[in-house]
Nanobody, 121 residues
Framework: QLQASGGGLVQAGGSLRLSCAASGRTFSSYTMGWFRQAPGKERGFVAAIRRWDSSTYYADSVKGRFTISRDNAKSAVYLQMNNLKPEDTAVYYC????????????????WGQGTQVTVSS
């Protein structure tokens, strides 16, 4: 199971840190991803951190502003979001998969419940 938290309302230029806590003892064997879904849009890739070597990947729209990290000892993944923009407003979901193809949401096996991020202009 995945439990996402940390969303909220922030002004443009502000920061938020999302957390995703996982249950189970094999967390390090999962590639973890963050996706977001705005009203009327499909769920889209934001960032991912690969299993085993923790390589990170980002959507072009968030590069340089967002940072994904993981703490395998705590079975948690984080998304530090800086310089937030109104277009970042969405429900953010964390996902887990046993492979390394991080980009496609259809390949993720487990999902958290989502946390709302709202950025006001």
């Amino acid at each position: 199971q995945l439990q996402a938290s940390g969303g909220g309302l922030v002004q443009a230029g502000g920061s938020l840190r999302l957390s995703c806590a996982a249950s189970g003892r094999t967390f390090s064997s999962y590639t973890m991803g963050w996706f977001r879904q705005a009203p009327g849009k499909e769920r889209g890739f934001v960032a991912a951190i690969r299993r085993w070597d923790s390589s990170t990947y980002y959507a072009d729209s968030v590069k340089g502003r967002f940072t994904i990290s993981r703490d395998n000892a705590k079975s948690a993944v984080y998304l530090q979001m800086n310089n937030l923009k109104p277009e970042d407003t969405a429900v953010y979901y964390c996902g887990a998969q046993g492979g390394t193809n991080y980009y496609s949401p259809g390949l993720y096996e487990y999902w958290g419940q989502g946390t709302q991020v709202t950025v006001s202009s």
